[in-house]
């Protein structure tokens, strides 16, 4: 069983910047994708990003692109999503997930298995 726990969430202002990290809990993920999704509130998950399972490439909604970055620790067993210049629309809360594959092609929930319990982010105007 994969334990996926995020952490670095908190309240930012506008044009801030945040890092969050998930870690995994139990049996390793670091040969699978990882990517982030994003809830806001009344709203479905949203892709956010992900990256392959050695740390090579990643994968961006429009909405992030440009403003958030996502990387792999050297052990592959935690990753990091660095959010700058945030806007308020990027409040939500943000699960960590480990993608079914090793590539990093896809924004589907589907295409992920496990999910992290969120960290939430709120960004103030």
């Known amino acids: 069983q994969v334990q996926l726990v995020e952490s670095g969430g908190g309240l930012m202002q506008a044009g801030g910047s945040l890092r969050l990290s998930c870690a995994a809990s139990?049996?390793?993920?670091?040969?699978?994708?990882i990517g982030w999704f994003r809830r806001a509130p009344g709203k479905e998950p949203e892709f956010v990003a992900a990256?392959?399972?050695?740390?090579?490439?990643?994968y961006f909604a429009d909405s992030v692109k440009g403003r958030f970055t996502i990387s792999r620790g050297n052990s592959k067993d935690t990753v990091y999503l660095q959010m700058s210049s945030l806007k308020p629309e990027d409040t939500a809360v943000y699960y960590c997930?480990?993608?079914?594959?090793?590539?990093?092609?896809?924004?589907?929930?589907?295409?992920?298995?496990?999910w992290g319990q969120g960290t939430q982010v709120t960004v103030s105007s």
């Open positions: 997930v480990r993608s079914r594959s090793n590539n990093a092609y896809s924004n589907r929930k589907d295409d992920y298995d496990y």
């Open positions: 139990g049996r390793t993920f670091s040969g699978y994708a």
């Open positions: 990256i392959n399972w050695n740390g090579d490439s990643t």
